[in-house]
Protein backbone atom coordinates (compact mmCIF):
# COMPACT_ATOMS: atom_id res chain seq x y z
CA UNK A 1 0.00 0.00 0.00
CA UNK A 2 1.64 3.38 -0.92
CA UNK A 3 1.15 6.02 2.16
CA UNK A 4 -0.45 8.67 0.37
CA UNK A 5 -3.82 8.39 -1.30
CA UNK A 6 -4.09 7.96 -4.99
CA UNK A 7 -7.13 8.96 -6.43
CA UNK A 8 -5.83 10.30 -10.26
CA UNK A 9 -4.82 8.34 -12.93
CA UNK A 10 -3.07 11.16 -15.00
CA UNK A 11 0.62 12.31 -15.35
CA UNK A 12 2.96 13.00 -12.54
CA UNK A 13 3.71 10.69 -9.79
CA UNK A 14 1.11 7.66 -9.98
CA UNK A 15 1.17 8.14 -5.66
CA UNK A 16 1.02 12.09 -5.38
CA UNK A 17 -1.25 13.42 -7.91
CA UNK A 18 -4.33 15.08 -7.12
CA UNK A 19 -3.37 15.02 -3.74
CA UNK A 20 -3.24 17.65 -1.10
CA UNK A 21 0.31 18.67 0.31
CA UNK A 22 1.35 21.49 2.90
CA UNK A 23 4.46 23.13 3.35
CA UNK A 24 5.12 25.53 5.65
CA UNK A 25 8.05 28.10 5.48
CA UNK A 26 7.62 27.91 1.29
CA UNK A 27 8.57 31.26 0.54
CA UNK A 28 12.58 30.30 0.45
CA UNK A 29 14.85 27.59 0.31
CA UNK A 30 14.61 24.23 1.50
CA UNK A 31 10.29 24.68 1.93
CA UNK A 32 10.76 26.47 -1.99
CA UNK A 33 12.05 23.24 -3.47
CA UNK A 34 9.89 21.59 -1.91
CA UNK A 35 6.47 22.95 -2.88
CA UNK A 36 7.90 23.00 -6.24
CA UNK A 37 8.93 19.27 -6.41
CA UNK A 38 5.64 18.02 -5.09
CA UNK A 39 3.96 19.91 -7.53
CA UNK A 40 5.84 19.17 -10.56
CA UNK A 41 5.16 15.75 -9.45
CA UNK A 42 1.41 16.99 -9.62
CA UNK A 43 0.07 17.57 -5.65
CA UNK A 44 -1.95 20.20 -4.91
CA UNK A 45 0.62 22.38 -3.07
CA UNK A 46 -0.54 24.49 0.13
CA UNK A 47 2.26 27.08 0.55
CA UNK A 48 2.18 28.71 4.44
CA UNK A 49 4.82 31.43 4.86
CA UNK A 50 4.45 35.46 6.91
CA UNK A 51 5.81 36.78 3.97
CA UNK A 52 3.25 37.01 1.19
CA UNK A 53 5.21 38.19 -1.67
CA UNK A 54 7.65 34.76 -1.22
CA UNK A 55 4.73 32.46 -1.61
CA UNK A 56 2.86 34.10 -3.91
CA UNK A 57 5.91 34.36 -6.35
CA UNK A 58 5.78 30.28 -5.65
CA UNK A 59 2.32 30.02 -6.23
CA UNK A 60 2.99 31.60 -9.56
CA UNK A 61 5.74 28.87 -10.36
CA UNK A 62 3.42 26.38 -9.22
CA UNK A 63 0.53 27.54 -11.45
CA UNK A 64 2.91 27.51 -14.51
CA UNK A 65 2.87 23.69 -14.00
CA UNK A 66 -0.97 23.12 -13.48
CA UNK A 67 -3.46 25.60 -12.91
CA UNK A 68 -5.45 25.64 -10.05
CA UNK A 69 -3.02 23.48 -8.39
CA UNK A 70 -1.27 25.90 -5.87
CA UNK A 71 -2.28 28.54 -2.74
CA UNK A 72 -0.60 30.99 -1.01
CA UNK A 73 -1.66 30.87 3.18
CA UNK A 74 -0.18 33.81 4.56
CA UNK A 75 0.43 32.54 8.53
CA UNK A 76 2.19 32.45 11.56
CA UNK A 77 2.53 29.20 12.11
CA UNK A 78 3.35 30.04 16.08
CA UNK A 79 -0.04 30.95 16.50
CA UNK A 80 -2.53 29.26 18.76
CA UNK A 81 -4.99 29.52 15.65
CA UNK A 82 -3.44 29.20 12.80
CA UNK A 83 -2.68 25.74 12.10
CA UNK A 84 -6.40 24.97 12.49
CA UNK A 85 -7.12 28.00 9.73
CA UNK A 86 -3.96 26.20 7.26
CA UNK A 87 -5.95 22.56 7.27
CA UNK A 88 -9.17 24.21 7.25
CA UNK A 89 -8.19 26.14 3.90
CA UNK A 90 -6.33 23.54 2.12
CA UNK A 91 -9.45 21.06 2.83
CA UNK A 92 -11.67 23.76 1.52
CA UNK A 93 -9.35 24.00 -1.49
CA UNK A 94 -7.92 20.73 -2.24
CA UNK A 95 -9.59 18.62 -0.38
CA UNK A 96 -8.26 16.32 2.87
CA UNK A 97 -3.92 16.33 3.63
CA UNK A 98 -2.44 13.47 2.37
CA UNK A 99 1.06 14.71 3.02
CA UNK A 100 2.70 17.81 6.08
CA UNK A 101 6.00 19.17 5.92
CA UNK A 102 7.18 20.98 8.45
CA UNK A 103 9.63 23.21 7.32
CA UNK A 104 9.38 26.84 9.11
CA UNK A 105 11.37 27.82 11.54
CA UNK A 106 13.55 30.14 13.03
CA UNK A 107 16.75 30.65 15.11
CA UNK A 108 18.51 32.25 17.73
CA UNK A 109 22.13 32.91 18.59
CA UNK A 110 23.47 33.83 21.97
CA UNK A 111 25.13 32.25 25.01
CA UNK A 112 22.51 31.99 28.02
CA UNK A 113 24.22 33.84 30.19
CA UNK A 114 24.35 36.95 28.53
CA UNK A 115 20.63 36.58 26.64
CA UNK A 116 18.61 39.78 27.76
CA UNK A 117 15.76 38.86 25.79
CA UNK A 118 14.09 35.46 27.26
CA UNK A 119 11.00 35.93 25.10
CA UNK A 120 13.07 35.92 22.07
CA UNK A 121 14.44 32.41 23.11
CA UNK A 122 10.98 31.09 24.53
CA UNK A 123 9.70 31.88 20.48
CA UNK A 124 12.37 29.82 18.82
CA UNK A 125 10.06 26.92 21.14
CA UNK A 126 7.33 28.53 19.84
CA UNK A 127 7.78 28.16 16.19
CA UNK A 128 10.25 25.37 15.51
CA UNK A 129 8.24 22.87 18.57
CA UNK A 130 4.51 24.30 18.86
CA UNK A 131 4.04 25.18 14.90
CA UNK A 132 4.32 21.42 13.67
CA UNK A 133 3.06 19.50 16.48
CA UNK A 134 0.03 21.85 16.01
CA UNK A 135 -0.32 21.07 12.66
CA UNK A 136 0.07 17.66 12.86
CA UNK A 137 -2.29 17.62 15.58
CA UNK A 138 -4.71 18.84 13.26
CA UNK A 139 -4.00 16.55 10.19
CA UNK A 140 -3.50 13.54 12.52
CA UNK A 141 -6.88 12.49 12.64
CA UNK A 142 -8.16 12.19 9.29
CA UNK A 143 -4.95 10.94 8.06
CA UNK A 144 -5.94 7.99 10.39
CA UNK A 145 -9.08 7.59 9.59
CA UNK A 146 -8.63 7.19 6.11
CA UNK A 147 -5.23 5.25 6.74
CA UNK A 148 -3.08 6.94 4.70
CA UNK A 149 -0.64 10.05 5.23
CA UNK A 150 3.01 11.27 5.26
CA UNK A 151 4.22 14.10 7.70
CA UNK A 152 7.23 15.19 7.44
CA UNK A 153 9.24 17.82 9.86
CA UNK A 154 12.74 18.63 9.05
CA UNK A 155 14.98 18.61 12.25
CA UNK A 156 18.56 19.21 12.70
CA UNK A 157 21.75 17.60 13.84
CA UNK A 158 21.34 19.66 16.27
CA UNK A 159 19.19 16.97 18.13
CA UNK A 160 21.81 14.08 18.43
CA UNK A 161 24.88 16.21 19.01
CA UNK A 162 25.68 19.13 21.67
CA UNK A 163 26.11 22.78 20.25
CA UNK A 164 26.83 25.87 21.94
CA UNK A 165 24.77 29.26 21.99
CA UNK A 166 22.25 27.56 20.41
CA UNK A 167 20.35 26.22 23.20
CA UNK A 168 16.53 27.12 22.54
CA UNK A 169 17.10 25.63 18.28
CA UNK A 170 18.62 22.69 19.51
CA UNK A 171 16.40 22.06 22.34
CA UNK A 172 12.95 22.36 20.37
CA UNK A 173 14.74 20.10 17.37
CA UNK A 174 15.09 17.09 19.89
CA UNK A 175 11.92 17.90 21.30
CA UNK A 176 10.92 17.64 18.01
CA UNK A 177 12.22 14.58 16.99
CA UNK A 178 11.04 12.73 20.92
CA UNK A 179 7.71 13.96 19.71
CA UNK A 180 7.67 11.54 16.88
CA UNK A 181 9.54 9.09 18.36
CA UNK A 182 6.52 9.03 20.57
CA UNK A 183 4.02 9.31 18.57
CA UNK A 184 5.37 6.44 16.30
CA UNK A 185 4.20 4.14 19.44
CA UNK A 186 0.69 5.46 19.44
CA UNK A 187 -0.36 5.13 15.64
CA UNK A 188 2.54 2.86 14.16
CA UNK A 189 0.26 0.33 11.90
CA UNK A 190 -2.12 2.44 10.97
CA UNK A 191 -0.88 3.78 7.59
CA UNK A 192 0.30 7.14 8.58
CA UNK A 193 3.93 7.71 7.89
CA UNK A 194 6.04 10.58 10.02
CA UNK A 195 9.24 11.49 9.72
CA UNK A 196 11.97 13.79 10.88
CA UNK A 197 14.25 14.76 8.07
CA UNK A 198 17.86 16.36 9.55
CA UNK A 199 18.36 18.81 6.07
CA UNK A 200 22.30 18.90 6.58
CA UNK A 201 24.54 21.97 5.66
CA UNK A 202 21.96 23.92 3.61
CA UNK A 203 22.46 27.62 2.59
CA UNK A 204 19.70 29.36 3.95
CA UNK A 205 18.16 32.90 5.44
CA UNK A 206 18.08 31.38 8.76
CA UNK A 207 20.50 32.52 10.53
CA UNK A 208 20.60 35.94 8.72
CA UNK A 209 16.99 36.95 9.94
CA UNK A 210 17.44 40.00 12.42
CA UNK A 211 18.03 39.75 15.78
CA UNK A 212 19.30 35.68 15.15
CA UNK A 213 22.75 36.36 16.53
CA UNK A 214 23.36 38.63 19.32
CA UNK A 215 26.00 41.09 18.02
CA UNK A 216 26.88 42.16 21.50
CA UNK A 217 27.27 38.93 22.89
CA UNK A 218 30.00 37.92 19.98
CA UNK A 219 32.20 41.23 21.10
CA UNK A 220 32.69 39.72 24.25
CA UNK A 221 32.43 35.81 23.85
CA UNK A 222 35.19 34.50 21.24
CA UNK A 223 34.46 31.28 21.00
CA UNK A 224 31.06 32.65 19.65
CA UNK A 225 32.96 34.15 17.02
CA UNK A 226 35.30 31.12 16.26
CA UNK A 227 31.83 29.14 15.91
CA UNK A 228 30.26 31.79 13.55
CA UNK A 229 33.30 31.81 11.51
CA UNK A 230 33.91 28.23 11.37
CA UNK A 231 30.10 28.03 9.52
CA UNK A 232 30.89 30.47 7.02
CA UNK A 233 31.11 28.43 3.41
CA UNK A 234 30.06 25.18 4.99
CA UNK A 235 27.06 24.92 3.57
CA UNK A 236 26.74 21.71 1.22
CA UNK A 237 23.47 20.38 0.57
CA UNK A 238 21.21 21.37 -1.99
CA UNK A 239 17.76 22.19 -1.04
CA UNK A 240 16.80 20.26 -3.82
CA UNK A 241 18.45 17.45 -2.71
CA UNK A 242 16.16 18.12 0.75
CA UNK A 243 13.35 17.97 -1.43
CA UNK A 244 13.60 14.99 -3.47
CA UNK A 245 14.42 13.24 -0.17
CA UNK A 246 10.95 14.40 0.49
CA UNK A 247 9.55 12.37 -2.22
CA UNK A 248 10.94 9.23 -1.64
CA UNK A 249 9.89 9.21 1.93
CA UNK A 250 6.62 10.08 0.40
CA UNK A 251 6.34 7.43 -2.37
CA UNK A 252 8.69 4.74 -1.50
CA UNK A 253 6.63 2.34 0.12
CA UNK A 254 10.08 1.06 2.08
CA UNK A 255 9.83 4.40 3.52
CA UNK A 256 7.57 3.21 6.24
CA UNK A 257 10.48 1.18 8.08
CA UNK A 258 11.95 4.54 8.87
CA UNK A 259 8.55 5.87 10.11
CA UNK A 260 9.00 7.75 13.66
CA UNK A 261 12.81 7.76 12.83
CA UNK A 262 16.06 10.68 12.45
CA UNK A 263 16.38 10.31 8.73
CA UNK A 264 19.84 11.87 7.64
CA UNK A 265 19.31 13.30 4.00
CA UNK A 266 23.05 13.40 3.69
CA UNK A 267 23.19 9.55 3.91
CA UNK A 268 21.95 6.82 1.03
CA UNK A 269 18.13 6.47 1.84
CA UNK A 270 17.63 3.03 0.39
CA UNK A 271 21.21 2.50 3.04
CA UNK A 272 19.36 3.59 6.14
CA UNK A 273 16.15 1.74 5.21
CA UNK A 274 18.82 -1.78 4.79
CA UNK A 275 20.22 -0.88 7.96
CA UNK A 276 17.17 -0.38 9.70
CA UNK A 277 15.69 -3.27 8.49
CA UNK A 278 18.62 -5.33 9.87
CA UNK A 279 18.90 -3.05 13.25
CA UNK A 280 15.43 -1.61 14.28
CA UNK A 281 16.75 -0.11 16.98
CA UNK A 282 18.55 2.31 14.64
CA UNK A 283 18.07 5.94 14.28
CA UNK A 284 16.26 6.22 17.64
CA UNK A 285 17.28 9.22 20.24
CA UNK A 286 18.34 7.29 23.24
CA UNK A 287 19.30 7.65 26.53
CA UNK A 288 21.96 5.62 27.60
CA UNK A 289 23.05 4.26 31.14
CA UNK A 290 19.87 4.48 32.06
Given at each position: MHPVDNDSETTGSPVLKGTTTIVTGAGRGIGKAIALAFAQEGANVVCVSRTASEIEAVVSQIESFTPGSGIAVIADISSSTSAKLIVETAVQRFGPVSVLINNAGIDKINSVEH??????WWRVLEVNLRGPAALIHQVLPSMLSR????????????????????TAYSAAKTALLRFHQCLE???????????????????????????VIDLDTVEKVPALQEMLESTVGRSTTSPYHVADICLQLAVNENSRHLSGRYV????????????????PSLYRLTMMGI
Open positions: ERDFESGTGVIISLGSRNAAIDFPFMQEIQGRGVLHFYLQPGDVATALTHQPGDSERDLQRIIQEVRAD
